[in-house]
């Protein structure tokens, strides 16, 4: 289900891709009416990403609607090198994902769901583990609500007011 595209929001490209397509069927007189829903991920692989959530009669439609929710839900992650800056765990519902960093060569060890929304994000060293559902649309919040936890060296430093040594990288 990995369709990609390819839009640019200043100077810097946008791609999205559909993590899932969901099938609704309502029944009638006549049969049963389809609707669907799409679930998308909008990011530039270089620290910004968002989640789009869109819903339609077709397809089509609903995916365009959940690109234009995603790209009004993007945000900045803190990258460093290719990977997170540390440890995280992310929460959503009955979903909890472990995001941990890994060295140079990885790559990034996680189901499609989370994949999607690390890749786009521009982390490409990165072991992952999920806890409890595994449901797609729980899974990706839970790695959004990860990744919004992430904080860089500068910004604790700021935060605490303090000057911390750094951390020895691979």
């Avoid at 946008?14 to 609707?35: H, I, Y």
């Avoid at 439609?61 to 090198?81: F, H, M, S, T, Y």
Wanted: hydrophobic share 40%; with cysteine.
């Amino acid at each position: 289900m990995a369709e990609d595209r390819i839009a640019m929001q200043g100077e810097q490209p946008l791609e999205d891709t559909v993590v899932k397509v969901f099938r609704n069927a309502k029944v009638v007189k006549g049969g049963r009416r389809f609707s669907f829903s799409a679930l998308v991920v909008v990011g530039d692989r270089s620290g910004t990403v968002g989640i789009g959530y869109g819903k339609a009669n077709e397809v089509p439609p609903a995916v365009e609607k959940a690109v234009k929710d995603a790209k009004k839900n993007l945000v900045q992650v803190p990258v460093i090198g290719a990977t997170i800056p540390h440890e995280v765990v992310g929460k959503c519902r009955a979903t909890q994902i472990t995001m941990v960093p890994a060295s140079p060569g990885t790559g990034v060890i996680a189901g499609s769901s989370a994949r999607a929304v690390l890749e786009y994000a521009g982390v490409r060293n990165v072991l992952t583990k999920i806890n409890g559902s595994r449901s797609a649309k729980n899974v990706v919040k839970a790695v959004m609500d990860g990744l919004l936890q992430l904080r860089d060296q500068e910004t604790v430093e700021s935060i605490r007011g303090v000057e911390v040594e750094p951390v020895k990288r691979w």
